[in-house]
């Protein structure tokens, strides 16, 4: 049997009946890795030796009848979760060799929970991007068409999933960072309500957006893997205090009488015909659960690019900051005053996109520019959040495409941000209010590239993504294909 | 040309919390360079700050001691520059929304009230520290400072004067101390104070380029850094020149400052809302129980010694500069009854024999107990004040009780009137020509008596009796 291809739901109930060892699944994770990585490229640190320590561990603690919500699950996650003794990079040249000397909130919950980290995954540095090509380590390939961007920025994460080397993995999204890439390698991947998971050990990007979440081949692990990641941490004083509910309990229900928004910004062109029709599809396969469409507006959709583009650089541009030269990471050998080592160090150790976010970042703080654009930007924003609000009070939830198009070449984009940024279009908005949103498989192309469908939801209403997705993915109406690889 | 000043401070106090504002690290001076660090205020990658409450209800004590008005919404900005002391690269501080604002405090100058606005109040973390070696290229780093708490209390340009900006400092840091909130050592940098000095024509109406003065680690500093600056600027404005807005360093050795940087190079401090921690949400339940927590501040503890213990204003002040002092002081006068003695005993002696160690009230040996016996003793003619002085060293040296001391030491006052009659009887024998001459009119004479008597009892005559006794008998025969 390949164990590889099995969902988290499978395993469990073959690792509780003690049918498979958690050695013999990361034993075969590894097999995978080393069979398709070398294509893929998803992976820039494979635990293979900590892994298999870990397993042993866990098939210790089975023998001894003590089984957890993930015991012996491989997953990987993305190079911006913070591991305990374990290089953690950004894939950013000016973190090489940082050792975190602790582990990420979420790190420590899945160990807690049982889970095998199996190894860290390539990104976009620093989470800045949409295809994954500006890591330090290279690009990772789309698994569907290996002359394809994954998308980003955790092209890694949702390529080890699709890719089978995993059977779930951890990224962030900060303005689509995970459903994006879910939807071009045909995963799911949820991005949480802004609160609902501690961000303590994510490095930080923009830090009012940053979400962890998980990549997953079902939406049924989907709801797995938040109940373990959700909760609050007293080290986050932006997690919110709220009961995490059961998840699971939410599939299955059935989405009679729901009423499904269909934001009209969200549909004026643009958007690739093959998927529009995909869409289609979906309003089609809702209806017939009993769900009904409504025409809804989401009427500052057209500012969000712009509201985006100041807020996230502008955190990013402090956040980065840090990364001096002076007390871990990259410093060049040679400067000739503190000012010059600064200079050297983040000229050398930051790629250009990095680079063009802090620039801009700093320009929209700059005394004498800061109402002009952050201000004024944190007041839209505002208007945004409110939009959804209002939207919410007339439906359930909220489904647009989650990309314009299926995946693009490499290097088709990376001369020109502002296309790169556009892919982006339809993700951004979630992350400026807070709420959460899931993407899944909804169907492919004529050439066979995933696409994914979009799911929004008020705050801290992830069961109701959980329970519309699940009910869409239970009626079957596309057959799921597995990359060619 | 006749000038007004203005001046305007701007004061960081070191908070006394046991741990800094955003972690769990100690705050304590002094340790091991970067041993009082961890992740968070190293400034790691992904780590995240987590406000420290205490830091909240040591601010709000203070501004309610100066009269502010506290905002029940406060919130917290990152001021972005780049040292290598801040190991994030930005200072968490509080910019547009600040804690506390529009309070005041009144300070008495030679015999004068004045008010002294207070702008605002305002939380933020401290920096670390660089230490530099002149033999080596390169400079260390320690962050055992970075992250412990500090709050800036920002005055109005209401100071017209170095005295008046040294006594609106001394009152602020009197009432730091007394709240128990900033251990107040100028020398460790835990009361820091910048000035904004300006200048202008009297009775002008705008004022001058104001120059920031850093850098003056004493009261004494602060005073001579103004007096410098003033004349500074009235010199270069008599001489056809003009104030520039810098910021000028002092440097007390030279006893001048100089300029460390001007309005061009200038920081742009990109300041913005910090989106790791939620805004400071404060509501009248909590401020009143701070309020209620206030102990009596010093302004109101000196007007009450005066009233009820009719001490004179200077004393007053003196023994309620250290709220530790003006509790020894009511310790004493609780268990001797007499406010009068004690201040003067405990502004005297007490206060001598510890500034000659160098030593504060905390580590005085003389209890307020052993005081007061002392001063029932001088009382009830045990002891005279003289041979009080001498038990009170002893008291000081020993930490013993004064009746212990007067026991071993035999220092009881001869308070018998028949054996200071027979040594009178004995002096006048032995000492027939300076009574005659003293009997002749020469009264000076007196003293001489007084002096050989004290001599021939060691000091121990009870001078009271004995100046009796001695005008008596040297008139009687």
Same mark, same amino acid.
């Given at each position: 049997m390949e164990l590889h291809f099995l969902t988290i739901g499978e395993l469990r109930e073959k690792i509780a009946t003690r049918e498979i060892a958690a050695t013999t699944v990361v034993r075969s994770i590894l097999k995978r890795i080393a069979e398709v990585d070398t294509q893929v490229h998803a992976y820039i640190n494979v635990l293979s030796e900590s892994a298999m320590a870990e397993a042993e561990l866990i098939d210790a603690a089975i023998a001894k009848g003590i089984i957890k919500p993930l015991s012996g699950v491989p997953i990987a996650l993305k190079d911006i979760c913070c591991t #305990?003794?374990?290089? %953690?990079?950004?894939? $950013?040249?000016?973190? +090489?060799?940082?050792? &975190? &000397?602790y582990d990420a909130t979420?790190?420590?919950?899945? +160990?807690?929970?049982?889970? *095998? *980290?199996?190894?860290?995954?390539?990104?976009?540095?620093?989470?800045?991007? $949409?295809s994954t090509e500006t890591s330090c380590f290279g690009a990772t390939r789309n698994p569907y068409d290996l002359t394809r961007i994954p998308g980003g920025s955790s092209g890694g994460s949702a390529a080890a999933v699709a890719a089978d080397e995993c059977l779930a993995a951890i990224g962030s999204d900060t303005g689509g960072s995970i459903r994006q890439p879910a939807a071009l390698c045909g995963v799911v991947g949820l991005k949480p309500t802004y609160g609902r998971v501690s961000r303590f050990g994510l490095i930080a990007f923009a830090s009012s957006l940053d979400q962890i979440g998980p990549f997953t081949k079902t939406v049924a692990d989907s709801a797995l893997m938040l109940s373990v990641l959700a909760g609050y941490d007293a080290k986050d004083s932006t997690s919110v205090n709220l009961p995490v509910p059961d998840y699971s309990a939410f599939l299955g229900r059935d989405i009679r009488g729901w009423r499904i928004g269909i934001p009209r910004e969200y549909f004026i062109g643009g958007i690739d015909t093959e998927t529009q029709s995909a869409l289609d599809g979906v309003m089609r396969t809702l209806q017939a659960c009993g769900a009904s469409c409504v025409d809804i507006s989401l009427p500052h959709t057209e500012y969000c690019l712009a509201v985006y583009y100041i807020v996230a650089p502008a955190e990013a541009s402090s956040n980065l900051a840090r990364?001096?030269?002076?007390?871990?990471?990259?410093?060049?050998? #040679? /400067? $000739?005053?503190?000012?010059?080592?600064?200079?050297? %160090? +983040?000229s050398q150790g930051f790629g250009s996109e990095v680079k063009r976010r802090i620039m801009l970042g700093t320009y929209v703080l700059s005394s004498g520019y800061y109402d002009a654009y952050y201000k004024k930007a944190s007041r839209v924003r505002?208007?945004? #959040?409110q939009d959804f609000a209002d939207a919410f009070r007339v439906c359930d939830v909220i489904l647009t495409p989650t990309t314009p198009s299926a995946a693009f070449k490499i290097g088709e984009k990376t001369n020109d941000p502002m296309q790169m940024y556009l892919s982006d279009i339809f993700t951004i908005s979630t992350n400026l209010a807070g709420i959460p949103g899931i993407s899944v498989p909804c169907g492919y192309t004529a050439s066979g590239l995933p696409i994914g469908a979009q799911f929004l939801a008020g705050h801290f209403e992830e069961a109701k993504l959980l329970q519309v997705t699940a009910?869409?993915?239970?009626?079957?109406? /596309?057959i799921k294909r597995r990359p060619k690889i | 040309m006749d000038f007004t000043t203005v001046i305007g401070l701007e004061v960081h106090a070191q908070l006394l919390t046991k741990s800094k504002i955003f972690c769990s690290c100690s705050t304590t001076f002094g340790a091991s360079p970067n041993s009082h660090t961890c992740p968070v205020c190293l400034g790691m990658p992904g780590v995240l700050p987590v406000l420290n409450k205490t830091v909240v209800e040591f601010a709000m004590k203070m501004a309610l001691a100066t009269n502010c008005n506290i905002n029940k919404f406060s919130s917290f900005a990152r001021k972005?520059?780049? !040292?290598?002391?801040?190991?994030?690269?930005?200072?968490? @501080?509080? !910019? @547009?929304?600040?804690?506390?604002?529009?309070?005041?405090? =009144?300070?008495?100058? =030679?015999?004068?009230?004045?008010?002294?606005?207070?702008?605002?109040?305002?939380?933020?973390?401290?920096?670390?520290?660089?230490?530099?070696? =002149?033999?080596?290229?390169? @400079? !260390?780093? =320690?962050?055992?400072?970075?992250?412990?708490?500090?709050?800036?209390?920002? @005055?109005e340009p209401d100071m017209h004067s170095a005295e008046e900006a040294a006594a609106y400092l001394r009152a602020l840091h009197e009432i730091l101390v007394y709240l128990e909130i900033c251990d107040g050592t100028m020398e460790e940098g835990s009361f820091r104070c910048d000035a904004n000095v300006s200048i202008m024509p009297v009775g002008s109406q705008e004022f001058g380029t104001r120059a920031e003065l850093k850098n003056m680690n004493s009261f004494r500093n602060v005073q001579r850094a103004i007096e410098y600056e003033v004349k500074r600027q009235s010199y270069l404005i008599e001489n056809g020149g003009r104030v520039i807005q810098e910021t000028r360093l002092w440097d007390a050795n030279a006893g001048v400052s100089n300029s460390m940087r001007g309005k061009e190079e200038a920081h742009d401090y990109r300041y913005f809302p910090d989106p790791d921690l939620l805004p400071v949400i404060v509501n009248d339940d909590w401020i009143a129980r701070m309020r209620e927590s206030l102990p009596e501040l010093p302004a109101a503890k000196r007007a009450r010694f005066i009233a009820d213990y009719e001490i004179p204003a200077y004393d007053a002040g003196v023994l309620t500069a250290d709220k530790r002092l003006s509790f020894y002081y009511e310790e004493v006068v609780r268990l001797s009854g007499k406010p009068k003695q004690a201040s003067n005993w405990v502004m005297g002696e007490v206060l001598r024999l510890l500034n000659e160690d160098k030593k504060d009230i905390s580590a005085c040996a003389v209890s307020p107990a052993g005081l007061a016996m002392l001063l029932e003793l001088i009382e009830k003619g045990t002891i005279s004040g003289k041979m009080a002085k001498d038990v009170i060293v002893e008291m000081y040296v020993a930490g013993a009780m004064p009746d212990e001391i007067i026991a071993t030491k035999g220092l009881s006052q001869i308070s018998d009137e028949s054996a200071i009659i027979a040594t009178i009887t004995d002096i006048i024998a032995k000492n027939p020509e300076q009574l005659e001459q003293f009997r002749a009119g020469k009264d000076k004479l007196f003293g001489f008596f007084v002096g050989q008597a004290m001599k021939a009892t060691g000091g121990k005559a009870n001078p009271a009796l004995l100046n009796d006794l001695l005008k008596k008998m040297l008139a009687a025969n």
């Amino acid at each position: 049997m390949e164990l590889h291809f099995l969902t988290i739901g499978e395993l469990r109930e073959k690792i509780a009946t003690r049918e498979i060892a958690a050695t013999t699944v990361v034993r075969s994770i590894l097999k995978r890795i080393a069979e398709v990585d070398t294509q893929v490229h998803a992976y820039i640190n494979v635990l293979s030796e900590s892994a298999m320590a870990e397993a042993e561990l866990i098939d210790a603690a089975i023998a001894k009848g003590i089984i957890k919500p993930l015991s012996g699950v491989p997953i990987a996650l993305k190079d911006i979760c913070c591991t #305990k003794g374990i290089e %953690t990079t950004c894939c $950013s040249r000016i973190l +090489r060799g940082f050792i &975190p &000397p602790y582990d990420a909130t979420v790190v420590e919950k899945l +160990r807690e929970a049982g889970a *095998i *980290i199996i190894g860290k995954t390539n990104m976009d540095e620093f989470a800045m991007g $949409s295809s994954t090509e500006t890591s330090c380590f290279g690009a990772t390939r789309n698994p569907y068409d290996l002359t394809r961007i994954p998308g980003g920025s955790s092209g890694g994460s949702a390529a080890a999933v699709a890719a089978d080397e995993c059977l779930a993995a951890i990224g962030s999204d900060t303005g689509g960072s995970i459903r994006q890439p879910a939807a071009l390698c045909g995963v799911v991947g949820l991005k949480p309500t802004y609160g609902r998971v501690s961000r303590f050990g994510l490095i930080a990007f923009a830090s009012s957006l940053d979400q962890i979440g998980p990549f997953t081949k079902t939406v049924a692990d989907s709801a797995l893997m938040l109940s373990v990641l959700a909760g609050y941490d007293a080290k986050d004083s932006t997690s919110v205090n709220l009961p995490v509910p059961d998840y699971s309990a939410f599939l299955g229900r059935d989405i009679r009488g729901w009423r499904i928004g269909i934001p009209r910004e969200y549909f004026i062109g643009g958007i690739d015909t093959e998927t529009q029709s995909a869409l289609d599809g979906v309003m089609r396969t809702l209806q017939a659960c009993g769900a009904s469409c409504v025409d809804i507006s989401l009427p500052h959709t057209e500012y969000c690019l712009a509201v985006y583009y100041i807020v996230a650089p502008a955190e990013a541009s402090s956040n980065l900051a840090r990364y001096d030269g002076i007390k871990y990471g990259m410093r060049v050998e #040679k /400067f $000739s005053d503190l000012k010059d080592l600064y200079k050297k %160090t +983040r000229s050398q150790g930051f790629g250009s996109e990095v680079k063009r976010r802090i620039m801009l970042g700093t320009y929209v703080l700059s005394s004498g520019y800061y109402d002009a654009y952050y201000k004024k930007a944190s007041r839209v924003r505002t208007l945004i #959040k409110q939009d959804f609000a209002d939207a919410f009070r007339v439906c359930d939830v909220i489904l647009t495409p989650t990309t314009p198009s299926a995946a693009f070449k490499i290097g088709e984009k990376t001369n020109d941000p502002m296309q790169m940024y556009l892919s982006d279009i339809f993700t951004i908005s979630t992350n400026l209010a807070g709420i959460p949103g899931i993407s899944v498989p909804c169907g492919y192309t004529a050439s066979g590239l995933p696409i994914g469908a979009q799911f929004l939801a008020g705050h801290f209403e992830e069961a109701k993504l959980l329970q519309v997705t699940a009910a869409y993915e239970q009626a079957g109406t /596309f057959i799921k294909r597995r990359p060619k690889i | 040309m006749d000038f007004t000043t203005v001046i305007g401070l701007e004061v960081h106090a070191q908070l006394l919390t046991k741990s800094k504002i955003f972690c769990s690290c100690s705050t304590t001076f002094g340790a091991s360079p970067n041993s009082h660090t961890c992740p968070v205020c190293l400034g790691m990658p992904g780590v995240l700050p987590v406000l420290n409450k205490t830091v909240v209800e040591f601010a709000m004590k203070m501004a309610l001691a100066t009269n502010c008005n506290i905002n029940k919404f406060s919130s917290f900005a990152r001021k972005n520059y780049f !040292y290598p002391d801040l190991p994030k690269a930005y200072q968490i @501080s509080q !910019y @547009s929304e600040p804690l506390a604002e529009h309070g005041y405090m =009144d300070i008495e100058l =030679d015999g004068k009230m004045k008010r002294i606005g207070i702008t605002r109040i305002h939380i933020e973390e401290d920096a670390g520290k660089l230490l530099h070696d =002149d033999h080596n290229p390169f @400079s !260390y780093v =320690d962050l055992n400072r970075t992250g412990v708490p500090l709050i800036e209390i920002v @005055s109005e340009p209401d100071m017209h004067s170095a005295e008046e900006a040294a006594a609106y400092l001394r009152a602020l840091h009197e009432i730091l101390v007394y709240l128990e909130i900033c251990d107040g050592t100028m020398e460790e940098g835990s009361f820091r104070c910048d000035a904004n000095v300006s200048i202008m024509p009297v009775g002008s109406q705008e004022f001058g380029t104001r120059a920031e003065l850093k850098n003056m680690n004493s009261f004494r500093n602060v005073q001579r850094a103004i007096e410098y600056e003033v004349k500074r600027q009235s010199y270069l404005i008599e001489n056809g020149g003009r104030v520039i807005q810098e910021t000028r360093l002092w440097d007390a050795n030279a006893g001048v400052s100089n300029s460390m940087r001007g309005k061009e190079e200038a920081h742009d401090y990109r300041y913005f809302p910090d989106p790791d921690l939620l805004p400071v949400i404060v509501n009248d339940d909590w401020i009143a129980r701070m309020r209620e927590s206030l102990p009596e501040l010093p302004a109101a503890k000196r007007a009450r010694f005066i009233a009820d213990y009719e001490i004179p204003a200077y004393d007053a002040g003196v023994l309620t500069a250290d709220k530790r002092l003006s509790f020894y002081y009511e310790e004493v006068v609780r268990l001797s009854g007499k406010p009068k003695q004690a201040s003067n005993w405990v502004m005297g002696e007490v206060l001598r024999l510890l500034n000659e160690d160098k030593k504060d009230i905390s580590a005085c040996a003389v209890s307020p107990a052993g005081l007061a016996m002392l001063l029932e003793l001088i009382e009830k003619g045990t002891i005279s004040g003289k041979m009080a002085k001498d038990v009170i060293v002893e008291m000081y040296v020993a930490g013993a009780m004064p009746d212990e001391i007067i026991a071993t030491k035999g220092l009881s006052q001869i308070s018998d009137e028949s054996a200071i009659i027979a040594t009178i009887t004995d002096i006048i024998a032995k000492n027939p020509e300076q009574l005659e001459q003293f009997r002749a009119g020469k009264d000076k004479l007196f003293g001489f008596f007084v002096g050989q008597a004290m001599k021939a009892t060691g000091g121990k005559a009870n001078p009271a009796l004995l100046n009796d006794l001695l005008k008596k008998m040297l008139a009687a025969n």
